[in-house]
């Protein structure tokens, strides 16, 4: 197996994800993280808005709605440009990609089949349409043609009463930018966060969680005077870059990549990518691109309200946007790819074995101490339940492991990424001793239990972060 195989495997196995609706035969790219994976997600989340949040003083959070009504979604663009081009393979009805599989291939062909029989290509928009309010699509489109209205005309009148899935979290910053404003007092430079669901009706979906219908983003738009917009560009590609090595432990995997002008978006005066070396390469994790002043000028004039701000200096201005976007769902595969190991060993018998490591950041382990009584003694268990309590007490995620052998339930721990593993045994109740194990080495060292907690909590803190 090669290593995307085997961390979709230890996934399932561990239970970090589910395909969503499973007992049913499963839905297609739609996934349900388990309790280690939505732990996991949780940490990394935490570490971004610790970077972008809560250690700055010019930065907000918003937490908006994954519905936008149409003239958001008008406003901004994606009804007309939001579109991917799409061809149906006449041999076996496949649709697909065009760009991508002209890409692969330097031709247009089925990527299923290899048939050169495709449709002519046509664009396709990726967002997720439904209705708010009692009339569904069906009546409302029946209303409509009962009216007289027909072609584009009818194409448009039923987009106006609908409403969309996000496709994307900037948008709602954007509209809530004047409230924010006026609300805190604000000047430019200042950004507004944003960490949730937005929704793609991809042609194409793949790879696990690297391209699906719903996935999680982390987005902030930072408003500046356009004067200033070379140095935070800069700035922005810097600090998130270094974000990236600390969550990823490994800064040969990632890169970053300058956008050609052909490439940029409608939007954008520049671009970067930060890429991970997936199995298939490198490929983007997240996104920094000078939006100029589009998106702001682009709501003032359909909204008719006034979206400026005032610089440093106390002066009126239309900012401009930097905006860092990153895949909070990718992130955490990223993670897990990174952090998948074999490590060589003996068993008993001295015969060579290889023992499966998640070898996480220790600030990102879903669990950072797992408790082991040696064996299913009353007094073992009784102690264990005393050092998970002052544990819990130091608000470190620990749990307490009672089943099967002590090498099943290192086993267990090492592929979950639990950095240590506090093993009480009957020394411990003479002495209020402990062993504590290392995931990655497997080394052994005995200390007090107090100490023991201690460590661990130093030792799985938050890295430093330098704004």
Excluded at 363 to 369: G, R
Excluded at 426 to 454: H, P
């Amino acid at each position: 197996m090669d290593l995307f195989e085997k961390v979709v495997s230890l996934c399932k196995r561990r239970g970090f994800i589910f395909q969503c609706s499973e007992i049913y035969g499963g839905a297609r790219s739609l996934y349900d993280f388990g309790h280690w994976g939505a732990l996991l997600k949780e940490n990394i989340k935490k570490f971004w808005l610790e970077s972008i949040v809560f250690r700055r003083q010019d930065c907000f959070l918003l937490d908006g709605s994954c519905l936008l009504p149409y003239c958001v979604v008008k406003a901004s663009g994606h009804i007309d440009s939001f579109c991917d081009p799409l061809a149906e393979c006449k041999k076996c009805n496949l649709r697909f990609r065009v760009d991508k599989v002209r890409a692969e291939f330097g031709k247009v062909q089925c990527p299923s089949c290899g048939s050169q029989e495709v449709s002519e290509e046509r664009l396709f928009n990726l967002m997720f349409r439904t209705n708010l309010g009692p009339i569904d699509s069906i009546d409302l489109l029946q209303k409509k043609i009962a009216e007289g209205v027909h072609g584009l005309d009818l194409v448009e009148a039923v987009n106006k009463e609908s409403v969309f899935l996000r496709p994307e979290t900037a948008q709602n910053i954007f509209t809530q930018f004047g409230n924010f404003v006026k609300t805190y007092g604000v000047k430019a430079p200042f950004g507004i966060a944003q960490v949730g669901k937005a929704f793609r009706n991809e042609i194409t979906t793949e790879r696990l969680v690297f391209r699906v219908a719903e996935f999680e983003q982390m987005e902030l738009e930072y408003f500046i005077d356009p004067s200033d917009e070379q140095k935070f560009f800069n700035y922005w590609i810097e600090a998130r870059f270094s974000w990236w090595e600390k969550l990823i432990g490994n800064k040969s995997v990632i890169r970053l990549r300058e956008y050609s002008v052909d490439e940029l978006a409608h939007y954008a005066k520049a671009c970067v990518d930060i890429e991970f070396n997936f199995p298939w390469g490198f490929d983007e994790v997240e996104g920094i691109a000078s939006r100029t002043d589009f998106d702001i000028r682009a709501h003032m004039a359909a909204s008719g309200k006034d979206l400026s701000c005032l610089n440093s200096q106390g002066e009126k201005i239309i900012p401009w946007v930097i905006e860092p976007s990153c895949g909070l769902t990718r992130a955490w595969f990223a993670v897990l790819l990174a952090s998948y190991k074999e490590i060589e060993g003996r068993d008993a018998d001295n015969n060579l074995k290889y023992r499966v490591v998640l070898s996480l950041p220790n600030f990102l382990a879903p669990v950072k101490a797992a408790i082991f009584p040696l064996v299913k003694n009353s007094e073992l268990v009784e102690f264990s339940q005393e050092v998970f309590r002052c544990a819990k007490a130091e608000n470190i995620p620990c749990s307490i492991d009672l089943n099967h052998s002590i090498g099943k339930r290192y086993a267990k721990h090492d592929e979950i990424g639990t950095p240590f593993c506090i093993t009480i045994d009957f020394d411990s109740l003479k002495d209020k001793s402990v062993t504590v194990r290392f995931r990655d080495t497997a080394e052994q060292i005995r200390m007090g239990y107090q100490d023991a907690i201690s460590f661990v909590k130093k030792e799985c803190s938050f890295p430093v972060l330098e704004i």
